[in-house]
């Protein structure tokens, strides 16, 4: 993760979705990953587990959330796609611990921030305004809620680990 310097009033991380926090790198090496290459398309952390299982030649799950990314680095393109998030850092709001009230949903070079306390939307254009300064919400409304309502239905899809089906073994809960 990023940290957050004041660029939009908060300190360290975790509290909110702006780029000074998400845009890390993502360095790949090994064999069959060309030496230098740059890719600026984002990807997201969901990415690393079927684009590792890839280089190992293990077929992801059909399930599973995320891209291989090796077309990324050699010559192909990965898809356009909704890329979301959720900053897992404690708030305090009136006094009281809140958790995981700040979601983003990204599409290409529009990203959509949602404070879930006080329903607050804020739409970017993070290609053209990298330090998301120029606010568009009110000027874009169509778009806030087309990224609203996919924000919605990825949050009303999420699969929780109660709920994935999985049952531990005696075993492996004792070793848990």
Do not use: C
């Not at 600026?40 to 299982?53: E, G, H, K, M, W």
């Not at 192909?76 to 700040?102: Q, S, T, W």
């Not at 239905?153 to 999420?158: E, M």
């Amino acid at each position: 993760h990023g940290e957050e310097f004041q660029e939009h009033g908060g300190l360290l991380h975790g509290r909110t979705q702006y780029e000074e926090l998400l845009r890390v790198p993502l360095v790949f090496a090994g064999p069959g990953i060309p030496r230098g290459k740059v890719v600026d398309q984002p990807v997201s952390l969901v990415d690393l587990l079927p684009t590792i299982l890839g280089r190992l030649g293990i077929a992801a799950p059909a399930r599973l959330d995320g891209l291989d990314l090796a077309p990324a680095w050699s010559g192909g393109a990965l898809p356009e796609r909704l890329l979301f998030g959720e900053a897992d850092h404690n708030n305090v709001i009136d006094g009281k611990p809140v958790i995981d009230i700040k979601r983003m949903a990204r599409l290409g070079h529009e990203k959509l921030h949602f404070d879930r306390h006080d329903e607050e939307t804020q739409l970017f254009v993070v290609g053209r305004d990298p330090g998301e300064q120029r606010e568009l919400s009110t000027s874009s409304p169509q778009r806030v809620a087309l990224l609203r309502a996919a924000l919605t239905r990825f949050l009303d899809g999420a699969v929780t680990g109660q709920e994935s089906g999985a049952e531990l073994s005696p075993e492996n809960l004792e070793l848990l």
